[in-house]
């Protein structure tokens, strides 16, 4: 650290990765090899980490990912039980379907957790990379679930109706992202130059734009599913100097929590200062709505 820390109101949010393997190949998963090798995991150092993020801002979010949070229902449980409810909770997977673990795990799982879980944010590519669990499944789910579409450079355009007239029926979110590796501040909020936005448009009711330093949505609005198109940036720092103190500031959005408990302030591998965290400055949420009238996602 350079700085002294500054984020939002209720704190950065906390990304936990899970510390065991998914067993899954999926070609665009960065993390994939952090996972070839488990020994270096360590679940309870997770745990303490936790509980250490929870300590020092009682309001943040948490987010499960991987790899495949769902791979281990039982230690994932161990990890959401020390989260109280003052946390939004949220859990990005693939859903996929593993030997040994049905649907009535899942169903179950959710149904325990249905007052903690904010959102299960579920990755269905138009493309597949593993066995999917069916659709219908994600509608019985007992806490809200969101549908996740990573658009690739070569994205098949033509597909885009069919792919939202799948998750019609259930009446299931949509999220279309832009490639975050190919996001920079210039072309975070552009919209006239982006061949995304431009085919979402053509097939979508455009209904208005949020966002902060860090990320955006574009909302639409496709037969009344709500649908929004997400850019972030490939970071989660931002330094920028402060008008009222005169402060050098480490703005951070996201704290990741690595497989082996060891607490970053980035996607890289910058460590956290945990102590300064303690005394980190925080300042109103940055989120706002530039067009539309809109309702905040909840993540």
């Given at each position: 650290?350079?700085?002294?820390?500054?984020?939002?109101?209720?704190?950065?949010?906390?990304?936990?990765?899970?510390?065991?393997?998914?067993?899954?190949?999926?070609?665009?998963?960065?993390?994939?090899?952090?996972?070839?090798?488990?020994?270096?995991?360590?679940?309870?150092?997770?745990?303490?980490?936790?509980?250490?993020?929870?300590?020092?801002?009682?309001?943040?979010?948490?987010?499960?990912?991987?790899?495949?949070?769902?791979?281990?229902?039982?230690?994932?449980?161990?990890?959401?039980?020390?989260?109280?409810?003052?946390?939004?909770?949220?859990?990005?997977?693939?859903?996929?379907?593993?030997?040994?673990?049905?649907?009535?795990?899942?169903?179950?799982?959710?149904?325990?957790?249905?007052?903690?879980?904010?959102?299960?944010?579920?990755?269905?590519?138009?493309?597949?990379?593993?066995?999917?669990?069916?659709?219908?499944?994600?509608?019985?789910?007992?806490?809200?679930?969101?549908?996740?579409?990573?658009?690739?450079?070569?994205?098949?355009?033509?597909?885009?109706?069919?792919?939202?007239?799948?998750?019609?029926?259930?009446?299931?979110?949509?999220?279309?992202?832009?490639?975050?590796?190919?996001?920079?501040?210039?072309?975070?909020?552009?919209?006239?130059n982006d061949p995304?936005?431009?085919?979402v448009s053509k097939?979508?009711?455009?209904?208005?734009?949020?966002?902060?330093?860090?990320?955006?949505?574009?909302?639409?609005?496709?037969?009344?599913?709500?649908?929004?198109?997400?850019?972030?940036?490939?970071?989660?720092?931002?330094?920028?100097?402060?008008?009222?103190?005169?402060?050098?500031?480490?703005?951070?959005?996201?704290?990741?929590?690595?497989?082996?408990?060891?607490?970053?302030?980035?996607?890289?591998?910058?460590?956290?200062?945990?102590?300064?965290?303690?005394?980190?400055?925080?300042?109103?949420?940055?989120?706002?709505?530039?067009?539309?009238?809109?309702?905040?996602?909840?993540?």
């Open positions: 650290m350079t700085n002294p820390y500054k984020t939002r109101e209720g704190g950065a949010t906390v990304t936990v990765f899970a510390p065991y393997d998914c067993g899954n190949h999926c070609p665009f998963c960065i993390n994939k090899g952090d996972y070839e090798d488990t020994s270096w995991f360590d679940q309870d150092k997770i745990e303490e980490s936790i509980r250490i993020m929870d300590e020092i801002t009682p309001k943040c979010d948490f987010v499960f990912t991987g790899g495949e949070p769902l791979a281990n229902i039982p230690m994932l449980q161990r990890m959401i039980d020390l989260i109280p409810n003052t946390h939004r909770l949220f859990i990005n997977t693939t859903l996929p379907t593993f030997e040994g673990q049905g649907l009535d795990e899942l169903i179950a799982f959710t149904e325990h957790n249905k007052d903690k879980l904010t959102c299960i944010n579920v990755s269905r590519h138009m493309q597949h990379y593993v066995t999917e669990t069916p659709d219908s499944y994600l509608a019985e789910l007992a806490c809200p679930v969101r549908v996740n579409c990573v658009l690739y450079k070569k994205y098949p355009a033509d597909q885009l109706p069919g792919y939202l007239e799948r998750w019609l029926p259930y009446g299931i979110p949509v999220q279309f992202r832009f490639d975050y590796t190919a996001t920079t501040p210039e072309n975070l909020y552009d919209h006239e995304i936005f431009t085919d097939i979508a009711d455009y209904t208005g734009l949020d966002g902060c330093r860090m990320r955006c949505g574009f909302h639409f609005n496709y037969k009344g599913l709500e649908l929004t198109y997400h850019k972030t940036l490939p970071y989660s720092t931002i330094v920028e100097t402060d008008p009222e103190d005169g402060n050098t500031y480490d703005i951070l959005y996201d704290i990741v929590v690595r497989q082996n408990g060891e607490i970053r302030s980035d996607w890289d591998d910058t460590k956290l200062d945990v102590d300064a965290y303690r005394k980190v400055k925080f300042e109103p949420n940055d989120m706002r709505i530039y067009e539309g009238d809109l309702v905040h996602p909840v993540k």
